[in-house]
C-alpha cells in the first residue's frame, strides 16, 4: 500500500521567506510526528499529533515554526520568516495506533529536504 | 553528553565481512529502534526491541538493558547495505511520544 508522502521533495527559498511543507501519513493511522535532521546528524524531534490534537511540540526551535493537521489525516509544517539555519531534512512519520501506550514502529516518509539561501 | 550514541561514526567493510554497529544510551527507555536510511532521506524501520535479540534475514540486533547497551550486526555484508544505520529510543523519562536519535553510522561496503 501507499507510505507515508512528503512534498515537496526538495525546497528552496530565500531567507525571510515562507515555507510550507506537507505530509500525508499511511491513510488512518492515528500519530504522526515530525523532524527536523541537520545535515550529517540524526532526525531531531520537533512535533507530534495525535489524530487532530497537537500533543506535544516542544521540540519547535522557534515561534517561527507552526504545525497543523486539522482534518486528522495531513499535516503541514509551516516555517515563516526562514533563516539559513533552518535549512534541513524535514521528516514525517506515522503510526497506526496512539503512541503513548504502546511500541510501535514509525513509518518514514522520504523527507523534503529544504535550503535557505 | 547526547542521550544516545553510536559508534562507529563512519564504518568502511569489504563485502562479506561481519559488521557490528553500538548504540548506547543514558536513560530508562521503553524500546530501541534500529533504521536505516539511504542517500535521499528515506528511512526504514530495521528493528523496534526491547528486550534479548531479534534476527531478520542477515540482520541481528541484540540489547542489553541493564547495560544500556544495543548493537547491529550484518552478516555476510553486501555493498547494497551501504546506508546511514541509525539507533533511536524512546524514552520512560520523556513526554509519551518522542524518539530521540543517534547521529548514525555511515556504513560503506565495497565490492
Known amino acids: 500500500g501507499a507510505g507515508v508522502s512528503q512534498s515537496p521533495r526538495y525546497k528552496v527559498a530565500k531567507r525571510g521567506q515562507d515555507v510550507a511543507l506537507r505530509c500525508d501519513p499511511i491513510s488512518g493511522h492515528v500519530s504522526l510526528f515530525w523532524y527536523q535532521q541537520a545535515l550529517g546528524q540524526g532526525p531531531e524531534f520537533l512535533t507530534y499529533f495525535q489524530n487532530e490534537a497537537q500533543l506535544d511540540k516542544s521540540g519547535l526551535p522557534s515561534d517561527r515554526f507552526f504545525a497543523e493537521r486539522p482534518e486528522g489525516s495531513v499535516s503541514t509544517l509551516k516555517i515563516q520568516r526562514t533563516q539559513q539555519e533552518d535549512s534541513a531534512v524535514y521528516l514525517c512519520?506515522?503510526?497506526?495506533?496512539?503512541?503513548?501506550?504502546?511500541?510501535?514502529?514509525?513509518?518514514f516518509g522520504d523527507g523534503t529536504r529544504l535550503s535557505i539561501l | 553528553k547526547n542521550e544516545v550514541e553510536q559508534s562507529p561514526q563512519n564504518l568502511t567493510a569489504q563485502e562479506g565481512e561481519f559488521i557490528t554497529i553500538n548504540c548506547s544510551y543514558s536513560v530508562g527507555i521503553s524500546a530501541l529502534h534500529w533504521l536505516q536510511q539511504h542517500p535521499g532521506g528515506g528511512i526504514v524501520s530495521l528493528f523496534m526491541?526491547?528486550?534479548g535479540k531479534k534476527k531478520h534475514g542477515r540482520l541481528i540486533a541484540t540489547i542489553n538493558i541493564q547495560e544500556k547497551h544495543s548493537s547491529l550486526h550484518i552478516t555476510a555484508s553486501h555493498p547494497r547495505d551501504s546506508a546511514v544505520y541509525i539507533c533511536?529510543?524512546?524514552?520512560?523519562?520523556?513526554?509519551?511520544?518522542?524518539?530521540?536519535f543517534g547521529e548514525g553510522t555511515q556504513l560503506t561496503v565495497n565490492p
Open positions: 512519520a506515522s503510526n497506526p495506533i496512539e503512541w503513548a501506550g504502546a511500541n510501535q514502529p514509525q513509518h
Open positions: 533511536a529510543v524512546r524514552s520512560k523519562e520523556t513526554s509519551g511520544s518522542r524518539l530521540t
Open positions: 526491541l526491547s528486550s
